[in-house]
């Protein structure tokens, strides 16, 4: 019987309750700490901040989201504040390279300027105007830095 359930899922294609799995994502981070560094986000510790990639999520339209280290947690564990960049694999790796560099911009502007574990709301602040901006920055920078080498 549980063999005729396990073809049965396997045949059609039906995704059953899988874990959601977490592991470290270093491109991701690279990429992260190229993006502190090339916009002078003085304000975001990149050591940090910390790049996951999740496999296996339910979520039908998120391509990363940011955790941070609340100051309760900060008190237990007696650490730093700290975040987390979770991107979602299923729709993140898919992105083009410019489209991941937005995405991580994106996710950096929710870190505060008092890089606290809290989080800078969308309101008011982040759009996708300030997005495209801080990524035309970024590569004016890069180019400049290639050329210079």
Known sequence: MIGDVFYYV???GVVTNLPL??????????????????????????????????????SRSTVARIHGLSRMWQEVLLRPPAYVIEVISERYDRLSEEEKEK???????????????????????INRKRIEKMHKTLLEKRLLRDNVM
């Open 10 to 12: 396997l045949k059609l």
């Open 21 to 58: 799995e977490y592991v470290e994502a270093s491109d991701v981070k690279r990429l992260v700490s190229e993006i502190i560094d090339g916009l002078d986000l003085f304000h975001v510790v990149a050591q940090f901040v910390y790049c996951y990639r999740s496999k296996g999520s339910k």
């Open 103 to 125: 995405t991580l911009i994106h996710e950096l502007l929710h870190i505060p300027k008092g890089f606290s574990g809290g989080f800078r709301p969308h309101k008011g602040y």
